[in-house]
């Protein structure tokens, strides 16, 4: 009982860390946006399974880089991307952007990526032995978890240029139309690269935590800036 009480709270954890921490710096993202957040990280995962087995069942390529950067990589950045990018433009026809802006997309996607990777991590200790499903989970607490959250923010963070691109007013969109796609491709290519250090070598396999908490504190710096001097 007690090894499936720590289980769960190490599941909940970052979720529980990120509120607090959203909460100290004053991120402008209240609890039912929070909770709203989570769900859209359910929903990408859902759309990102699916594909992967859309792509299991008819696409038979076994190449590694295939394997780590288009199948898992870009086909998860992809269903964050779709989910938030359907997301901001139906806010922006509803004509309530006031309250968007970079640090809001970016704390949002930082949000979403924690539910998706915290059901990833349900799924694959569920899979593994009983006795080293706790184990997996902390160890996914430090690496791929801070990976899916950088991963997440970035992701959400172009979704909200293509969303408001015309909007040259606010500094962050002045250069919407080329940052955009650079943070897109930085999601994919982080992802990508942290998995392909998992299953390379020995050796690059402790390259992947370190990869991982490197884009995270980049992001976790990009959220924590002052709101009064955000775009």
Known sequence: MMKELLFVFVLILPLAAVYIWYRIVRVPLKLLW??????????????????????????????????????????????????????????????KMDFLSGRFAASSGLVSALSFAALESAWYS????QSSALHLAILRLVTSVPLHAACGSRAARAAYMCADHKNRAAPYLQN???????????????HGLYNYFVVSTIWTVYLAPLLALSVFVSEAVYISKNEYNYS
């Not at 569920?126 to 032995?129: F, K, L, P």
């Open 34 to 95: 929070f909770f709203a957040a989570l769900g859209l990280g359910v929903a990408a995962l859902v759309i990102a399974a699916f594909v992967q087995y859309l792509f299991f069942l008819y696409i038979k390529i076994d190449n590694i880089f295939f394997l780590i950067f288009v199948r898992t990589a870009l086909v998860e950045e992809a269903a964050r991307f779709g989910i938030f990018t359907l997301l901001f433009a139906i806010v922006k026809k509803a004509q």
């Open 126 to 129: 569920v899979e593994s032995a």
């Open 176 to 190: 919407a139309p080329y940052s955009a796609p650079r943070l897109f491709v930085m999601a994919v290519m982080f």
